[in-house]
């Protein structure tokens, strides 16, 4: 599809929408915002980390026009109140239209039935899950309040929730599958208003997240890279080209997919040697 013009200037796939974005001075939210403010909107970063969300800021100025409007705010979306103050700041703005969930969490103690401790199994969840579902409630409010007749909001599952895996982590498996589960039924729901809802599945990446995780040990490393058809990891820009095609209207009639971006490894028997 050939990219939109006004009097022949090429103007980006998403000019005009507000968007914001949780967990974005991490890998996928920091690339997601770069490529969302590259292709026109403007974006809220949202990050629990106040140092973090400066950092990528700096990032995102290095590499996008400095006309774009792209504000930060220190939000943990676990908490109801903080995710409202994001939603609410875009009201000057003239409201939200792309919502990216996708702040997240994958703790050091998660493990699996017998050894999760419970305050990480809360944890978990009140980051990964209650924190979709403020995210998506604010989103829908802002959307029926400035009377918009679309919108996108993209929540951040993995794969986790589609194949089982031997190495546990049980409070983010769980959090990840009603992530899924959670993102269908809001789509169903809002589909007559406009609003679409999508779920990103990622496979393993190349982000903090889980490199921090693995760290040097490398055992730990090839029990995963083997499952690639492809041999490696995901890169953080592979899953934010498609949160940016499911906030744009090219994907207008995409709605309460688990959007899967795994290089193939969910559809993986024996991969190549
Ligand atoms: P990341 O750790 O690089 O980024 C996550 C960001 O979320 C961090 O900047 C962190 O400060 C922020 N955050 C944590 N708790 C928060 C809270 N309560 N409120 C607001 N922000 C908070 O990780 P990433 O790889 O970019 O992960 C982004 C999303 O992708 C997560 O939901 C993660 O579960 C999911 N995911 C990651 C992988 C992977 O291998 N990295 C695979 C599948 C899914």
């Given at each position: 599809m050939s990219a939109p013009t006004i009097n022949s200037i090429q103007i980006g796939r998403l000019h005009n929408k507000n968007a914001i974005v949780t967990g974005a001075a991490g890998g996928i939210g920091l690339e997601t915002s770069i490529l969302f403010a590259k292709e026109g909107a403007n974006v809220l970063m949202a990050d629990i980390s106040g140092p973090a969300l400066e950092k990528a800021l700096a990032k995102l100025k290095q590499v996008v026009p400095s006309h774009h409007k792209v504000e930060t705010q220190v939000s943990d979306v676990s908490k109801e109140a903080d995710v409202k103050a994001l939603v609410d700041h875009l009201d000057a703005w003239g409201g939200v239209d792309i919502m990216f969930n996708n702040a997240g969490i994958m703790h050091a103690d998660d493990a699996d039935a017998v050894d999760t401790p419970e305050k990480i199994w809360d944890l978990t969840q009140a980051i990964n899950v209650k924190g979709v579902w403020f995210g998506s409630k604010h989103a829908v409010l802002s959307l029926r309040k400035h009377k918009k007749t679309k919108g996108s909001i993209i929540n951040t599952a993995s794969v986790v929730a589609l194949v089982g895996s031997a190495t546990p982590q049980l409070a983010y498996t769980a959090s990840k599958g009603a992530v899924l589960a959670m993102t269908r039924e809001l789509a169903i729901v809002h589909a007559r208003e406009g609003f679409r809802f999508n779920a990103l599945c990622p496979a393993p990446?190349?982000?903090?997240?889980?490199q921090d995780w693995l760290g040097d040990d490398q055992p730990k490393r090839h029990r995963r890279e083997v499952h690639f058809p492809s041999g490696r990891f995901g890169e953080a820009i592979e899953q934010a080209r498609a949160v940016l095609f499911l906030a744009s209207?090219?994907?207008?009639?995409?709605?309460?997919?688990?959007f899967v971006v795994d290089g193939g490894m969910t559809k993986a028997y024996v991969t190549p040697e």
């Open positions: 990446l190349n982000t903090p997240l889980l209207d090219d994907a207008s009639y995409i709605n309460g997919q688990d």
